[in-house]
Every structure is written in structure tokens, then in C-alpha cells.
């Protein structure tokens, strides 16, 4: 069964101490691979879209990378503000049970000054 | 803002009751998905539309229903509420219904059941 294992579950950081989330998956076909960043209460807004191994994206302080059998959100010098839940979802094709939109379980940041 | 509208944002309502969730996609997508996130919960995918049309289905309840309009608006009924209904429900839209394309999310709406 296709499935995307986001760890750790939880990060706390202190302003300006940079770090890594992890996005590993285990998929039929890999279509493309997003980064959605989700604060409380609100909808998931979107970050990046990945598609082929190698490939990076950045905006801001954030940067997400692709391997052939993960991504990793790479949070350089982060602020109070980017706290948030940051959800990975990878896309195959069909439409299968999952829909062909598959998310992790995200990764809760917390960031303080 | 995402472009996706979705109303109404909360909604309070008894159990047995029947309500109804309207999503207006971002102009000239033609696909709607819906989607539920309970309290500590992931994205639980429910259902999608392509163009009108049924494109997949998830764990969607039968007490649940869905449906596409020409306009490409798109509306979710729940029907015979209990309280385990409560959660964020959130429409999205895309593009096309295939491979590759990005799916923008609406703000969601609040729902609790008492």
C-alpha cells in the first residue's frame, strides 16, 4: 500500500537554530511530491512541488530536496512565525481509496525566541 | 488566500440533523476534492470530482454525499450527524484531475455536532 511517513512527529527549535523535517515514502508511482504548510484551524496552504529526484525548490527560509525515496524540509534560521504544522503529500496516479493526493501524519514545528 | 472559497466556515448542529457544505474552486479548475481532519487528526480524503463527474472515493460514509455542478461548484451533505462527525472539513481544487497538479485548499468549515 502506497504510504508517506513524516518524522519527527514534533520539533521544537529556538530562533535561528536551523533544522530538517523528513518526508519518507513508499509509493507505486510517484507523480509529484508537495510540501503544505498548515497553521491551527486554517487549511493547508501550499509550499513547493517536487517532482524528480535531485530536484529543489526554496522560498524564504525554507528549502525542500528530493530523493528517489524521500524529501526533506530544510528550515534554515527560523523564526516565531514559522511555527506551524508542515504536511507532505505525495501524488499517484489513479484514483484509488487514498485519492491520488497521500499525506503524511505531519510534523508539528514550534519555534522560540 | 487560496482561491478556494468554502462556506459556511463554522456550523453548530444536533445530532440526526443534515447539513450541507458548499465549495467554490479556484476559477478554471474543473476537479474538487473533499476532504476531513478531526481534532489531532491527519487529512482523511473523502471524495473527488472531475468536470461533474465522480473521479474517486475514499472512506466516505454512506450517511455522506457529494455532488459537482455545471458551474463546478461543489456541495457535501451529511445526513443522520452523530457526534463523531465534529471536524474540519476542507474542499480543494485543482487544474486537471490527473498527475502533477497542484491541489489548493479552502479554509475549511467547522463543524460540531452536540
Known amino acids: 500500500e502506497d504510504q508517506v511517513t513524516q518524522s519527527p512527529e514534533a520539533l521544537r527549535l529556538q530562533e535561528g537554530e536551523s533544522s530538517s523535517l523528513n518526508c519518507s515514502y513508499t509509493?507505486?508511482?510517484?507523480?509529484?511530491l508537495f510540501w503544505y504548510r498548515q497553521d491551527p484551524g486554517k487549511g493547508p496552504e501550499f509550499l513547493f512541488t517536487?517532482?524528480?529526484a535531485g530536484e529543489e525548490k526554496e522560498k524564504e527560509r525554507l528549502k525542500a530536496t528530493l530523493t528517489k525515496k524521500e524529501s526533506f524540509l530544510h528550515i534554515t534560521a527560523p523564526k516565531p512565525e514559522d511555527s506551524a504544522t508542515y504536511l507532505c503529500?505525495?501524488?499517484?496516479?489513479?484514483?484509488?481509496?487514498?485519492?491520488?493526493?497521500?499525506f503524511g501524519k505531519g510534523t508539528k514545528l514550534s519555534v522560540k525566541p | 488566500d487560496s482561491g478556494v472559497t468554502q462556506t459556511p466556515k463554522h456550523l453548530i448542529t444536533a445530532t440526526g440533523q443534515r447539513v450541507t457544505l458548499r465549495c467554490s474552486p479556484r476559477?478554471?479548475?474543473?476537479?474538487v476534492y473533499w476532504y476531513q481532519q478531526s481534532l489531532d487528526q491527519g487529512l482523511q480524503f473523502l471524495i473527488q470530482?472531475?468536470?461533474?463527474?465522480?473521479?474517486a472515493k475514499g472512506n466516505i460514509l454512506e450517511r455522506f454525499s457529494a455532488q459537482q455542478f455545471p458551474d463546478l461548484h461543489s456541495e457535501l451533505n451529511l445526513s443522520s450527524l452523530e457526534l463523531g462527525d465534529s471536524a474540519l472539513y476542507f474542499c480543494?481544487?485543482?487544474?486537471?484531475?490527473?498527475?502533477?497538479?497542484?491541489?489548493?485548499f479552502g479554509e475549511g468549515s467547522w463543524l460540531t455536532v452536540v
Open positions: 517536487l517532482y524528480s
Open positions: 480543494a481544487s485543482s487544474v486537471l484531475g490527473a498527475d502533477g497538479n497542484t491541489i489548493y
Open positions: 503529500a505525495v501524488q499517484v496516479p489513479g484514483g484509488g481509496s487514498q485519492g491520488n493526493l497521500i
Open positions: 470530482y472531475y468536470n461533474g463527474e465522480e473521479r
Open positions: 509509493v507505486s508511482g510517484l507523480r509529484g
Open positions: 476559477s478554471g479548475d474543473l476537479s
